[in-house]
């Protein structure tokens, strides 16, 4: 498990250029003839306790034979136009720079796979329940909550509109029962996510009904799996935690967590099953 830090994406892209060099057949002398430094700047690299700009990624990439789409994912995950966070810059006020990490990182999937057990996931809430949300949160001052609801939705933006991606959501019973803010609250995210299930191609939302018992998802917490298709062995896992959360890397813990939240989804209703709970329960 690799914590999420501001190096984490410099840690997932060293290890794939220490992958690619290995495989290549060059050890780091050569690579370091490459870019025209010292050894100790690969090294450096490779273990993700120095970042690298784009021509030097670029100049490796070319050098080690990788694939054209691998090499662009690489750059989209080391490489931002402005500041640390590319985008995310506005935002390193009110969101820890762990979170925007995998900000970053999420933007670049090609699939999103997640779990929620206690509450509406992030790309499906409305500005209200988000803004509910985020003023409940522990150690979040009123003065950020704004600031808050507004990285949400420009997620939901980057993620559902300018570039969609397909995104897997289970979740509970009780994640769409628990009152966040006032009813009308509650029956208008209720109607927001009915309507994306139906009409959002990009978007399958299943959910675990409390008729379905123990099952899977039962101390699992709510991971989120990113998938990157074009690129096998990029999959990572992202924990969420008060710091940020936790980045997993491991392919072993990987294909665990993967393995678990297919279980999960067996103990769910199937996705016209589920829309139609969300929109029984809206009435109520």
């Known amino acids: 498990m690799v914590p999420v830090t501001p190096s984490s994406r410099g840690s997932l892209v060293g290890a794939a250029l220490r992958r690619h060099r290995e ?4 050890d780091l002398d050569d690579a370091a003839e490459m870019l025209d430094c010292d050894r ?3 090294s450096r690299i490779e273990t993700g306790e120095r970042g690298i700009p784009a021509e030097a990624l670029l100049r490796l990439a070319d050098g080690y034979g990788v694939p054209d789409a691998e090499r662009d994912l690489l750059l989209s995950i080391a490489c931002e136009r402005r500041g640390d966070y590319g985008a995310w810059d506005d935002y390193k006020d009110v969101l820890p720079g762990t979170f925007l990490d995998y900000l970053i990182i999420e933007a670049a999937a ?13 790309l499906l ?5 988000a803004r509910a949300a985020a003023a409940a949160g522990a150690d979040v001052p009123p003065a950020w909550v704004p600031r808050i ?7 939901q933006q980057a993620i559902l509109a300018t570039r ?3 995104v897997d959501v289970t979740l509970t019973e009780a994640a769409l029962r628990q009152p966040v803010g006032p009813r009308r609250l509650m029956r208008a995210q209720l109607a927001r996510m009915a309507h994306a299930a139906v009409n959002d191609p990009h978007v399958t939302i299943r959910v675990i009904p409390f008729s379905a018992g123990a099952n899977a998802g039962i101390g699992l917490g709510s991971p989120t799996l990113l998938r990157f298709d074009a690129a096998p062995g990029y999959d990572v896992v992202h924990l969420p935690g008060l710091a940020g959360g936790a980045l997993i890397t491991d392919p072993a813990t990987v294909n665990a967590y993967s393995g678990a939240l297919a279980k999960v989804r ?4 199937n996705p016209r099953e589920s829309q139609l709970l969300i929109r029984a329960i809206s009435r109520e």
Do not use: K
């Open 110 to 122: 090609s699939g999103i796979v997640t779990f929620q057990a206690q509450q509406v996931p992030s």
């Open 266 to 269: 067996e103990s769910a209703l």
């Open 23 to 26: 495989g290549a057949g060059y």
């Open 149 to 155: 609801v507004e990285s949400v939705l420009a997620r």
């Open 125 to 129: 809430q409305t500005g209200d329940y």
């Open 164 to 166: 969609p991606v397909p």
């Open 40 to 42: 100790s700047r690969i």
